[in-house]
């Protein structure tokens, strides 16, 4: 049994590789606060424009890569027939398909234009989650278990399939998300149902499935889901019976491949499946995060999973819906957004120490540097430690500077300056002097290998140049020593004034075999050290307005002996000592910001540069800047960059407590299609989406154009930026800003040409132009014809103006007629409104109710006579007025709905709900009483069937709503009070009485005041 177990483990272990969280997948994350509509993607479709539509739980996005724009169901005809976008599809034509809970639409982008089917009532379900459309126009939907075919002609569904009648079985066949995919070539759809893999031919009308597949295996009775397309002809699924995923041959119906999923964790159902250009399949599942399987790599797996603290992680950890696009991108619909990611072509790649390294979580890097002879990594932080770390196997060790022998001076290390290497030995500068490392033992020693008449002032770096050259640095002084010979001299600062001498501060030293030794000082100047052992200083700054005040912060040397210089707060300096001669760089050039903490040359011509999580990369042979942002310790400011350069020529740097590699190479990458698209045009404030169009003819007042434009590719890989030209308008070409839009305003009559085009920040690649022509019509006024058309207009207005006047007075007359006539109606309404508040069967039922009270219950015939006083008190008040507050509309409403509980007791219910904050509103006086007493009137009123009679606020709007219970018969009832009432009201404001009658309920409501 023993053996079996050891043979079952060795078989699992052939299949994959050891799981891991690979730091190559590195994801850029478009969420809600980025523009995305609603967090659950449900699809993902890139149409052949070059744009991304995405499906939703509410609503459907398009995204150029730069701008979102959203489409969501609304009260208007053109509009999504439901917000849930479950599956998305693109015909011959350019048209968007999509299915939601309630049928499927087409979208016209160039029209802007919905037209939508709704699957029949009489289904066993309406949600469409599957959608495909052949090239010759046919459009295929599937629901649960049903297989459509639409009539786009007459807007009908077609049942292809069925593939069960009785709802109970549903779930057998549930053709979910991902469970259907079209064989154009065979004219066939393939189905992933949970009694297995289902194949039709639509023109024959042929379905084979696990009953009469003829025992092929590729039809067993068995659960799968998520059919996927292979880039390379195949097509996968996920057998979820036996946790597999499954490849085969659409043409030959044979399995040609299958990948065991038994040894990952927790593996569910399978949800998608992408396998992209690459070989690799990224597997998303019910139960576990995704994995990617790379097929080239001994199918080893690689397990995404989302991690609040790392924002460059997966967005979730289940996915709807992936693709992948021309430049290998792989974009993931998730339950927390759109994640997008290109393995293999990254600019930068985490190390994620702080979750190996548990004394980094709350420490920060401060230097960072290569051993030479093991290619490990000495790291030291802002606390006492200082970590030697195994990137190979992510072993690593801790060193504690606390654990350190005091120099002769008594002092400790204390903050780090540089870590250097001599004779394969590590040595660690501090403001304290330098010591070396003795690992075995855990020991910090000084380092001393100076004779004692040199040893006389602790060193803060120690630069070793070879083995017969070392400068020792310590502020203002400076040693060359020779270890071989064992002597050494002081660098000679004779020759400087006094005012230059304490400027010399040796901070960053460097050297190089052909121009010798220079370092930076604090500010202004580099000390160069001459043939003679003086010390001469070399002036960087020129322009004092635009460079002084700031302090030379971190430098670098270049292969060639250029020495690049940070002079922070106002830019970067370089200075070739070849030419004797600088060049100077700021923001106004491009660079990311002049506040940088670190830089370093690599070797293939950039100079890179840190400023927390913002890195710029200065190309030098172009003389352009390309610059990213890393979401890492966005808020962590507690913390200064280091750069460094290992052996392989990957540049290494911080942010905060974590190591990233950065690869030069993959800054040269150039995209393939890199035409920008269109999102939308704003023309006087109306949306267009000029997807076909090349031509646009605008009317004069339409001078006011909104341009937004994108480009769907990563931009953390292919750094870009947008350049625009209006022809007739711009004299030159306009660097787009960050949000990739252009402005104009009252633009001239004429025609104009826009041309848009993306520009690699490297400036290595320059896509095609977008272009389109534009043409402002000539104002009416301006044309030739406008002047004859003024003369005869001119004639006219003589000839007519005499019977002009006539026919104003006598409107003028008409006028004042129709105003006494308004008035007149206006009068009689509330005359009859009047009326109707001292209506004398109320008056005569509630003196009946107080007769019966008086006998029966004397206490509370007196306070039905006092209530009934108010009444008649607040008529006599407030008849006369045309409005009155809320407030004291209600309050009469109280004393009303008091006396008719009194008279019908159990029978009547009047639920009155109001809010504070109601002292704003008007009503015309005696509403409520009116409208109560129309139900009372209207109605039957029973203990056994009471009368209920919500009033209610919604809206500015007041609401009386009653249950139905009419009477046969309603005395003294003329059908004229509602209609005055609306007529009183139509004075009162412009906001109609709307009035709602279903079998069961009448409800009015008043708009209020």
Known sequence: MKHLYIICIAILLSHFNIFAQDDQFIFQNYNEKRGLKNNFVFSLLKDRKGILWIGTQNGLNRFDGAHFYNYQRSKQQNTLPNNSVNCLAEDSH?????????????????????????????????????????????????????????????????????????????????????HMLLDEKNHALWLATGVGLMHYQYETNILTNSKNGNGQPLFANRRVSALAQSPFGQMWMSDNTHHQLICFDPNTQKVTDSISLWSIPNIGSGSAILEDHAHRIWFGNWRSDPVVIDRMNHNKVVILSGQDKLLYSIASNFIWAALEDDNGTVWLGTMNGLSMCN????????????????????????????????????????????????????????????????????????????????????????????????????????????????????????LPANDSLMY????????????????????????????????????????NPQYGFHATTGADYIAQLTEKGQINLINLVKNELLEKGGYFHSADMDADGNLWVINKGYGIYCYSPKTKTRAFWNDMDGLMDNHLHAMKADHHGNVWMAYFNRFSILNVKRNSFASFSIPYSERNTYYYNCLTLRSDSVVMGNVNNDVFEFYPNNLNIIPKNTMPQFSVISISGKDYFPEHLTNLTLEPDQNSIHF????????NIFTHEFEYQLEGSDETWIHSSEIAEAKYNNLRAGNYIFRVRAKGRNTNWQSAERILYIKINTPFYKSNGFLALLLFTVSLIIFYLYRYRLKQRDALYEMESRAQASEKEKAVVMYDSLKQQLNPHFLFNSLTSLSGLIYTNQDLAAEFLEKM???????????????????????????????????????????????????????????????????????????????????YLENDYLVVSNNLQRKSYVETSNKQGLKKLMTLYAYLTDKPILIEESTTQFSIKIPLI
């Not at 985490?350 to 990594?377: F, G, M, R, V």
């Not at 203002?476 to 400027?503: F, H, Q």
């Open 343 to 462: 393995p293999g072509q990254n600019v930068f790649k985490p190390n994620n120490l702080p979750q190996k390294i548990p004394a980094l979580d709350s420490c920060a890097i401060y230097l960072t540097e290569e051993d030479p002879k093991d290619h490990t990594w000495w790291i030291a932080t802002n606390k006492q430690w200082l970590i030697h770390y195994y990137p190979q196997s992510g072993r690593y060790m801790l060193y504690s500077q606390l654990n350190a022998i005091p120099n002769r001076w008594g002092y400790k290390p204390q903050n780090w300056n540089a870590i250097r290497f001599y004779k394969g030995q590590l040595m660690i500068s501090t403001f304290n002097g330098t010591w070396t490392l003795i690992p075995e033992k855990k020991r910090f020693v000084p380092f001393d290998i100076l004779p004692k008449d040199l040893n006389q002032i602790p060193f803060t770096d120690v």
């Open 94 to 178: 350019g048209n968007i398909w999509g299915g939601t809970d309630n049928g499927i639409f087409k979208y016209n982008p160039s029209l802007n234009q919905f037209t939508n089917y709704v699957i029949s009532s009489e289904a066993l379900h309406k949600s469409v989650y599957n959608l495909k459309c052949d090239q010759v126009g046919n459009v295929f939907a599937a629901s649960a278990v049903q297989l459509y075919k639409l009539d786009t002609v007459r807007k009908k569904f077609q049942v292809m399939i069925q593939l069960t009648r009785d709802k109970d079985s549903t779930a057998w066949y549930w053709l979910a998300k991902n």
């Open 708 to 715: 937004k434009f994108g480009l769907l590719i990563n931009p």
């Open 869 to 951: 006083s108010g009444i008649y008190r607040y008529i006599l008040q407030h008849g006369d007025q045309e409005t009155v507050t809320l407030k004291e509309e209600i309050r009469f409403a109280e004393l009303f709905i008091h006396l008719q509980k009194t008279r019908f007791k159990n029978g009547l219910i009047i639920n009155l709900q109001h809010s504070s904050g109601i002292d704003h509103y008007r009503i015309a006086p005696v509403t409520l009483q009116n409208l109560i007493e129309n139900a009372i009137k209207h109605n039957m009123i029973d203990a056994d069937s009471p009368l209920v009679i919500d009033i």
């Open 472 to 511: 020792l640095g310590n502020g203002n002084r400076l040693l060359v020593y020779n270890p071989i010979k064992r002597t050494g001299y002081w660098a000679s600062n004779e020759r400087l004034n006094d005012d230059l001498k304490s400027k010399v501060a040796y901070m960053n030293m460097f050297w």
